[in-house]
């Protein structure tokens, strides 16, 4: 195909496959975006997707049934379209019978009698609004006045359109078919763009309709973009915020440095700052292009440890000698960093981080090595070619629950019993552990298992401990890692004790709080066996990243 499967990396494959860059120059001058008034507008082809999760966008509902045959077709009384943008290609590729090309010296595209083959000859009379008559035009030979051949050279697909309804949903149809140096061609080579996607680019300008799954949601922004269709490039977006994890945080952080698209961009790094380690050590992060992987090593907000970074860095390296067909020894990859390589901080690193592994890697000069082991341990410090501030990270969040806390005698106890609240927010945030009360009767150890789920499933757990000194003080206690949480929807978090049984307890709760730019919603959970609710109980506080001022009034 034209575009490599670069969103292959964001859910496990039986194959991994190599990352490569494809440039792929766009044969016809009036299909490629930068011959309209768009300046310098340019765009480098994307990569497809290779998730299996799809998710449908429609708008209106679905097309009507068509009683227009392809040409080809003969045997069916009607077609109804469908609701996948890969089942559309399929019956593309049926109405065009040997439509892929082959190589040969022949047109890809056959020429077809228009209207043969319509089984219905008054099937106007059955369509009462525009936009079924326009719907049963989409990949249809009828009247069609222009071809496209779309896909890369051995692997392509024609496809019929007319140029009336393209031109009235795209500037850059409109200067290719009808502008002032328009061309009279009756074929396009669209050598750059997937078939699948540029079907689904006429399905929405036919039928109103977009319908995205994650193997082509990339693949379509690129269409998108590259033929102005605004407000389509915008649910491929939306689309790809509701997909973003931490595994395909950083691949998705690249397209949308290349598609220019600031929202996304912004979700991307949200989640990078917050589950660094995770994103940095995703399948993906190694087929990041360099300017995102120099972006990632100089961000200041990156949650996580130097070790960390550099040795995404190495890994990334290693991919990079592959791709240049180059052994990946330690020298190589040093290469292939450059510059990129001073964006580490590794004078920041624990001394036994650096000398069991950094050091050791080959990567790093002798001297090098030697004037950082002196910044760990010299009074005179040498001059290095690395940053020596430590990054500043993120700063934790506490959303507090409840307005007061009180103890009485025998009155909260846990003997294993668990406490838990449910709770929703308006924005994305990330959990990062929970504030819990402690010992009412003097200084006690706590052991505590705590845990995040969602519709029942957990996300999350952690056995830990932590010590009371007998105040009324909230005591924090974390996960391994943050737990992303997506707005709208409730999440459990839940606590059980073990230690000394009378505590402190929360009491005089809220409905709703708001910390910063996030609100909180809590409502109580049937989880909770040991008493805690919304009015009062255990789990005061939860401890989160998210942002931290509200929107400016405009």
Known sequence: MAMSNLYSKIAPKPEKQRYRELSVTQTNAWVNAESCNNGGFSITPPHSVSQREAMQILQPASAPTSPLASPNLTTTTSTTFSLNVASCSSEAAASNNGSTNTGSASSPCLLLQHGEGTVDPNWQATKPSVRERNAAMFNNELM??????????????????HKYVLATGSSVFYAMFYGGLAEDKEEIEVPDVEPSAFLTLLKYLYCDEIHLEADTVLATLYVAKKYIVPHLARACVNYLETSLTAKNACLLLSQSRLFEEPDLMQRCWEVIDAQAEMALRSEGFVDIDMATLESVLSRETLN??????????????????????????PENKRAVLNSALFLIRLPTMSLEDFANHAAQLGVLTPQETID????????????????TRARAGLKP???????????????????GRCDSIQFSVDKRIFVVGFGLYGSSNGAADYTVKIELKRLGRVLAEHNTKFFSDGSSNTFHVYFEHPIQVEPESYYTASAILDGVELSYFGQEGMSEAAVGAVTFQFQCSSESTNGTGVQGGQIPELIFYGPTQPPEDH
């Open 304 to 329: 996580c440890k130097e070790m960390h970074l550099f040795e995404a860095a190495l890994n990334w390296a290693g991919a990079e000698c592959l791709r240049k067909e180059i052994d990946p020894t």
């Open 397 to 415: 969040q506490v959303c507090h629950r409840f307005q007061s806390c009180a103890y009485r005698s025998n009155q909260w106890r846990y003997r």
């Open 144 to 161: 069609a006045d222009v071809r496209f051949v779309v896909g890369n050279p051995g692997h392509t697909q024609c496809i019929p359109a």
């Open 372 to 387: 950082i082991f002196l910044h760990f341990t010299a009074h005179s410090k040498p001059n290095l070619s690395f940053p």
